[in-house]
């Protein structure tokens, strides 16, 4: 009996420290490093919901949003956007993930945003951490119309911040 307490002593141990050293080694990228990263608007090799590759329009602000369909704070974020989705009439919003293509296209048609200047898309996992890092959800990223780092927001945030950003 005293011999499968200490085994299980030690394997609640192992366990314990494994899952310490996952949580410290896929924490989210420092924002520092974050503008350093991202200080150019990226060329993102993505996919649209229409199966076809899509890239990022130039000549206009743009709105990069990374997120997750099951993400909670990603759908709060898109409900207040769409409730203010005028703000945005003048930049790209563009939305991506690197879920599935049915996750994608269905929270795209749960959001209800359409129109010329929203795109959704999906990028892979090893281009968001090549361009990026390691993402918190959802991550916001705002450049001006010469594709220059304007802003970064890391969770939900008002669209009227995120939109005072763009200028």
Not at 23 to 29: A, D
Not at 79 to 100: G, H, R, V
Request: net charge negative; with cysteine; charged share 20%.
């Amino acid at each position: 009996m005293k011999k499968i307490v200490v085994i299980a002593g030690a394997l609640f141990l192992v366990v314990l420290l494994a899952t310490q050293v996952f949580l410290f080694t896929h924490q989210p990228t420092p924002i520092d490093e974050l503008r350093i990263k991202a200080a150019v608007l990226p060329s993102l090799k993505l996919r649209g919901l229409d199966d076809t590759n899509f890239e990022i329009p130039n000549g206009r602000p743009v709105v990069l949003i990374y997120f997750n369909s099951t993400c909670d704070h990603c759908r709060e974020e898109m409900n207040a956007i769409k409730k203010e989705i005028d703000l945005f009439d003048e930049a790209n919003l563009i939305f991506f993930s690197s879920e599935e293509m049915p996750s994608i296209v269905e929270f795209a048609s749960w959001s209800g945003l359409s129109g010329s200047n929203v795109r959704f898309g999906k990028v892979s996992p090893e281009e968001v951490a090549s361009r990026f890092g390691v993402l918190s959800l959802p991550q916001i990223f705002i450049y001006n119309q010469q594709g220059a780092l304007n802003e970064i927001f890391s969770g939900e945030t008002a669209p009227a911040i995120i939109a005072g950003a763009l200028r």
